[in-house]
């Protein structure tokens, strides 16, 4: 285990280099500047010494160098756009309301798929099974961001049950978690489905039932366990998408997080902003992998990490 684990952080830690190294060359190879859209605002000169300022006048593998050595040691500048505000600052200010945004989704996400996924499998109605397949079609169909303009103006605009801007109360995380959590849901429902009825064949399942044990015990017992291992092997990547944020649900939503933070920095060139969130969003998902690995492991002995 403790190999594994080195091994997975070494190179987990190559895979986060390899990033921002791509990440750094693309974003300064883009024609533009971050001060482009203030052509009309700042004098030629003030826009040079804030170039100088920066660093931007130099050779960008000196840039490239620095950026690194200061981000190892937990330094990732400041924003280019907000002058004086410290990257971390910005991350720190947005991070808490993408991840209750994100873990509401999850929640729905996992609770909603693994419930529709049992209830296909065991059921002896059609019309159930193609109800559950036709909102796995609808989920893998239908963008998030067009159900999430569907949704908002039916119960926002006509009906107006939902709030439509902002996360200020519970009603707000409605809509945006419903709209994060329908393409999950498609996918958690099809794999609960096919791994449930491939581990109701198994022979410890008759066993288990052999033993006079109550069908709805042997299926939270026995067949659920297994049955959602792949489950759990798609939870980890869902979890880190989610909770570091959806960037056009935010966006449409108002939510001041760091999904909309990530537009605003891109549109506006805001270099420091970019790369600081690209590393935050590849360090998570390589953790929530490896935790993922982890927990699949425990779940099932005969998994063995290597």
């Known amino acids: 285990m403790g190999k594994y684990l080195v091994k997975r952080l070494l190179i987990g830690a190559v895979t986060l280099l390899a990033l921002a190294t791509i990440t750094f060359f693309l974003m ?3 024609p533009g500047s971050p001060f482009a859209g203030e052509t009309n605002k700042l004098p030629g000169v003030v826009k040079e ?10 050779p960008i593998h000196i840039q490239y160098i620095k950026y690194l050595g ?18 971390v600052d910005i991350i720190k200010s947005g991070l808490p309301n993408t991840a209750r945004l994100g873990a509401v989704a999850f929640c729905i996400a996992i609770g909603v798929g693994i419930l529709l996924g049992t209830v296909a499998a065991f059921s002896k109605h059609r019309w159930v099974n193609s109800a559950v397949a036709f909102v ?9 961001f067009l159900l999430a303009l569907l949704m908002m103006l039916l119960f926002g605009v006509v009906l107006r049950w939902l709030p439509i801007v902002g996360l200020s109360s519970w009603r707000h995380y409605i809509m945006p978690g419903i709209a994060l959590a329908l393409a999950p849901i498609a996918m958690i429902s099809r794999l609960t489905k096919t791994s449930l009825t491939e581990v109701m ?16 015990m042997v299926i939270i017992r026995h067949a659920l366990k297994n049955a959602l291992i792949p489950v759990v092997t798609y939870a980890g990547p869902l979890l880190a998408t989610l909770l570091t944020g959806s960037f056009v649900i935010e966006t449409l939503f108002s939510v001041p997080g760091i999904g909309a933070e990530f537009v605003m920095s891109v ?4 270099y420091t902003m970019i790369m600081a969130l690209t590393i935050f ?14 927990i699949t492991a425990v779940l099932d002995p005969r998994i063995r990490l290597r």
Do not use: W
């Open 136 to 144: 796995a079609t609808i989920g893998v169909s239908i963008p998030s």
């Open 267 to 270: 549109s506006n060139r805001d």
């Open 281 to 294: 969003y590849g360090t998570f998902i390589i953790v929530c992998n490896i935790v993922t690995d982890l």
């Open 49 to 58: 010494r804030l170039i100088e300022q920066y660093g931007l006048n130099e």
């Open 28 to 30: 300064h190879a883009i």
């Open 70 to 87: 200061n981000a190892l040691r937990g330094d990732f500048g400041t924003s280019l756009n907000r002058r004086g505000r410290q990257v």
């Open 201 to 216: 064949k198994q022979d410890y399942m008759v066993l288990a039932r052999s033993k006079g044990t109550s069908e709805l």
